[in-house]
């Protein structure tokens, strides 16, 4: 792999032939002659190619592709640049480095910003749709947080299910004498009663849905959509590194935020139907209560 930056910009080079047929250049520079100029290329093979440099002439399977200010140009490796011309070699080595990451970042963003419009679409379409990501969210939210209509006991119950990442439904119920009696020789001592124990009644479809990494509103509408936005109006020619490096990562993490958006729509779509969440009437003690979600539920799914 070779990348040399010309005229035209940062380019790969096919071949090491028309390295070599770079006007200037030598297989056999001598670094007591030579001053360093800049570093306008690296390389990388598996089959390793001399170095340029008289004291030299290893192969070597990467390095750089420099000038001099006498207009010569070669190669050489990584570690004969730092013995041959020291302090120099590394501030122009990571000026080049520097160089072709700006590059590449622009070049990722630019990509991005011509399918902007395309993500614009995308993510108006999954916020209007019928029970999309607005509809997700916003009647998910009573289960999983305080007085958004759902009974406390409830929430609590369902915040245990998210912490364990496990849908089980569990109630108490009063252990048997027998239960009791196990419990004490696993304790090795005797036990008061009564004792209880929890019992799995059945398990709740699509709470993945409500797990921190599928926050619907934390991902599009605190980070997707703004950032979106910001792009829109970024001049990516005339950004500075520290805001190449971040953009070009955002652009390249979006994909994957989408995707958590699409599973947590999918799974909210399990999670939220009548079927499955009347199983949690039996963790709702009292009447009074259960009669609240039930009524909550025939609001927001239907009876």
Known sequence: ???????????????????????????????????????????????????????????????????????????????????????????????????????????????????????????????????????????SRALAERNQGCPDILVREVGKMIRARDGSIRVPRLATEEEVKGMEVMAGKSLPRPQYLEEQTGNLSGIECLYHEHNIREILVLDVEPKLAELADFDVDAAPSSALRFWAKWCQELEEKLERVKTAVKAGRVLLTRENLAQLFKVIPDPKELTYFKKWLAQVVGK
């Open 1 to 139: 792999m070779i990348t040399l930056n010309s005229e035209r910009g940062f380019e790969d080079v096919e071949s090491w032939e028309e390295i070599l047929q770079l006007p200037g250049f030598t297989i056999d520079l001598d670094p007591e002659k030579e001053e360093l100029k800049e570093i306008i290329g690296r390389y990388m093979f598996k089959d390793k190619i001399n170095c340029g440099l008289s004291v030299c002439h290893q192969p070597h399977g990467r390095g750089y592709i420099v000038t001099t200010k006498s207009g010569r140009v070669t190669n050489i490796g990584n570690i004969c640049g730092k013995n041959h011309f020291g302090v120099k070699f590394d501030e122009f080595s990571k000026v080049f480095a520097r160089a072709l990451t700006d590059y590449q970042n622009r070049q990722t963003i630019a990509s991005f910003l011509f399918q902007l419009e395309r993500y614009l679409e995308e993510i108006s379409k999954m916020r209007g749709e019928e029970k999309g990501t607005d509809w997700v969210y916003r009647t």
